[in-house]
């Protein structure tokens, strides 16, 4: 079947700009995760949605960050006014319930100029 | 909070030769998780250990997690050019099963 998408696979924005980051997790998937990764370096966990539940946002790094998952599957990550610092990769992911095995997405590239 | 170092940042080997990458963590960990990541791809699950002194093998790979369950390693024999890629830990801690905290990764680079 298909594997999680991500939309769109590149992004250019204006410091300032706000942005909007789409996931669509595997169909069944209960889990699903928002993760960065900046050029050359790990992956850094910034939220993490559980079918009903609150989801934790433990890692988001500040307020100009959230995070929606409407009807338990798409997710949207919404930066507010960019900062060149907030250019990296963003990587979704998700996993079935009962599952430990992560499925991440292509990523999307978000560039801050 | 929670930080798990990985060891070593990039490696280069000659094909053929034996790597071996690290992951430590200061606390205990429920289990953990080894992705790999091809150059311009993203994670790929690898396997997941839980087990303390847990051992288990994929074809030329080798994960170990080790018995206080605070470290774990990854050991490729005879590596091959298709082996190339950033390898990380995901470690979770106990009760928080569903949340991984990744390592920093260790880049493979191999030549003939």
């Known amino acids: 079947g298909a594997g999680v998408s991500q939309s769109p696979s590149n992004k250019v924005t204006e410091k300032g700009k706000d942005v909007e980051l789409r996931c669509d997790p595997i169909s069944g998937h209960t889990a699903l995760y928002w993760y960065r990764q900046s050029l050359g370096q790990g992956l850094e966990f910034l939220i993490y949605?559980?079918?009903?539940?609150?989801?934790?946002k433990s890692g988001l790094p500040s307020d100009r960050f959230s995070a929606e998952r409407t009807g338990g599957s798409v997710s949207t990550l919404t930066i507010q006014r960019t900062q060149q610092e907030d250019s990296a990769v963003y990587l979704c992911?998700?996993?079935?319930?009962?599952?430990?095995?992560?499925?991440f997405g292509p990523g999307t590239r978000l560039t801050v100029t | 909070g929670q930080q798990v170092m990985q060891i070593p940042q990039y490696q280069h080997v000659q094909e053929g030769e034996d790597f071996t990458t690290y992951c430590n963590s200061s606390?205990?960990?429920?289990?953990i998780q080894w992705y790999k990541q091809r150059p311009g791809g993203h994670p790929v699950f690898l396997i997941q250990l839980v087990k303390s002194g847990e051992v288990k093998k994929q074809k030329r790979l080798t994960f170990q997690f080790g018995e206080a369950k605070k470290n774990s390693s990854l050991h490729i024999t005879a590596t091959q050019t298709t082996d190339v890629g950033t390898y990380f830990c995901g470690a979770s801690l106990a009760g928080t099963a569903s949340k991984l905290t990744f390592g920093t990764g260790t880049r493979l680079q191999v030549t003939l």
């Open positions: 606390t205990t960990l429920s289990n």
């Open positions: 949605f559980q079918g009903n539940s609150a989801p934790d």
């Open positions: 992911a998700s996993r079935r319930t009962g599952s430990y095995e992560q499925y």
